[in-house]
């Protein structure tokens, strides 16, 4: 592992891959990433989060291992550029990282940092679980009901970043092209984009859905999309993903259509239902019909979009997780900017991170340590130890990011027996 200014930690292992799981041994070596902005305050709230609920749940005979490699600022400071070959080569060969919010700035190449991690990574799965924490402020009346996970394709579509600016030559020149070789006249004033759906991208995308749906048992996967307008790209997505469910999972999947035409309407008994909703009726259907959504396959911009407003219904991005994953390497991540304005202020809300965390560990298979956490945060909330995000919709006085933190690890040692 040859790195040009890294060094692994010696007193811990790598995670490796053996017959398509992960090896995880007692003192993994897991890279971080601090962040931009307020990344420095959630990561001094979040880790001594995880590090207690490790230290209890197992005793002692478990213990991250934990390796800072660089991204945004510090990255800019250490190497002179944002995002080095080191920070690739470290979360590729350790398999399994976190990280805090990165900034874009202005008058760089990178149109998003996080977006450039996903793509040259390959994390082509942008994870993003949504469920109410018992005291959390929520504007809707059964929050409750709510316990989603969006899985978002992270590749493609939009976020390709294939555009050309209104009047540029290339704007121009596609311009012509669409006019002279396909009939379709725009006017010269037209900004292009390009949206690009494959195949092989959906599949894979819905194909880790329901597996993941059927490791856990999840009773079903909605793929959401716009087809019956854009019927080449998102309704080829939802074609395909059904195409994956039938052929590939056959044995353990059932269709809604089947349900209706074949099962009398109720699923049948150990199946896992695979539907379709339009993106629009999506929205709505989330509010008026909660907990009949479980999982949500989608392309980029549907999942970025429904992803901030399931995390709305919740009390706000600062309570939503996210992970980057591809088919074992998995980026988990603070799903929020990086607010620089309030940077160093001790103040924002480090929930998003430390449910980053909670994902890790159960990725890991450190399912204790993760159960011990999501319990001490329930337990804070409902003591309305809280920061100013929740405590003003709560109408309580706000605590410090930092006393959050110790906050929830109080509460986690006085669940844990002496």
Not at 74 to 90: I, N
Not at 244 to 262: G, I
Not at 278 to 289: E, G, K, P, W
Not at 373 to 401: F, H, N, W
């Amino acid at each position: 592992m040859p790195y040009d200014k890294l060094r692994p930690p010696d007193d811990g292992e790598a995670i490796t891959v053996k017959d398509d799981r992960l090896v995880v041994p007692d003192r993994p070596i897991i890279t971080w990433i601090e962040g931009d902005g307020t990344g420095q305050d959630i990561w001094k709230a979040a880790r001594p989060v995880l590090d207690t609920a490790v230290e209890l749940a197992y005793n002692g005979t478990r213990k991250i291992v934990w390796f800072e490699i660089f991204a945004g600022e510090k990255a800019m400071a250490t190497y002179g550029e944002l995002l080095p070959k080191d920070t690739f080569q470290a979360i590729q060969d350790f398999i399994v990282s976190i990280k805090g919010p990165l900034t874009t700035p202005i008058g760089t190449g990178f149109r998003s940092l996080n977006v450039t991690l996903r793509q040259r990574l390959d994390l082509y799965a942008c994870v993003r679980p949504v469920k109410w924490i018992e005291g959390s402020p929520s504007p809707i009346k059964n929050p409750e009901k709510l316990n989603a996970i969006v899985f978002r394709e992270a590749t493609e579509d939009v976020y390709s970043g294939i555009e050309w600016e209104m009047g540029s030559p290339e704007a121009q020149k596609f311009l012509r092209w669409l006019r002279d070789q396909m009939g379709i006249v725009l006017g010269d004033d037209t900004a292009i984009g390009v949206k690009p759906i494959s195949e092989y991208g959906s599949k894979r995308l819905v194909r880790k859905a329901i597996r993941y749906a059927l490791d856990q048992g999840i009773p079903s996967v909605t793929l959401m999309h716009k087809g019956n307008i854009m019927k080449f790209t998102e309704g080829a997505f939802a074609k395909w993903g059904y195409e994956v469910a039938t052929q590939e999972f056959r044995d353990f999947v059932v269709t809604e259509q089947e349900v209706t035409e074949k099962f009398g309407g109720k699923v049948p008994p150990g199946r896992i239902l695979i539907k379709d909703r339009l993106a629009d009726n999506m929205f709505q259907q989330i509010l008026t019909r909660t907990d009949e959504y479980q999982i949500i396959a989608t392309m980029n911009l549907n999942g970025d979009y429904i992803s901030d407003a399931l995390a709305g219904m919740v009390g706000g991005l600062g309570m939503a997780p996210g992970a980057n994953m591809g088919d074992f390497v998995a980026l988990f991540e603070a799903t929020h900017g990086s607010a620089p304005k309030y940077a160093g202020k001790d103040m924002v809300n480090p929930t998003s991170l430390i449910l980053s965390g909670v994902m890790m560990l159960r990725y890991i298979g450190w399912k204790e340590a993760a159960d011990l956490i999501e319990k001490g945060i329930s337990r804070t909330v409902q003591q309305k130890r809280v920061t100013y995000d929740l405590a003003r919709q709560m109408g309580v006085e706000p605590i410090k990011c930092s006393e959050f933190g110790y906050a929830i690890c109080e509460n986690m040692r006085a669940l844990v027996p002496a």
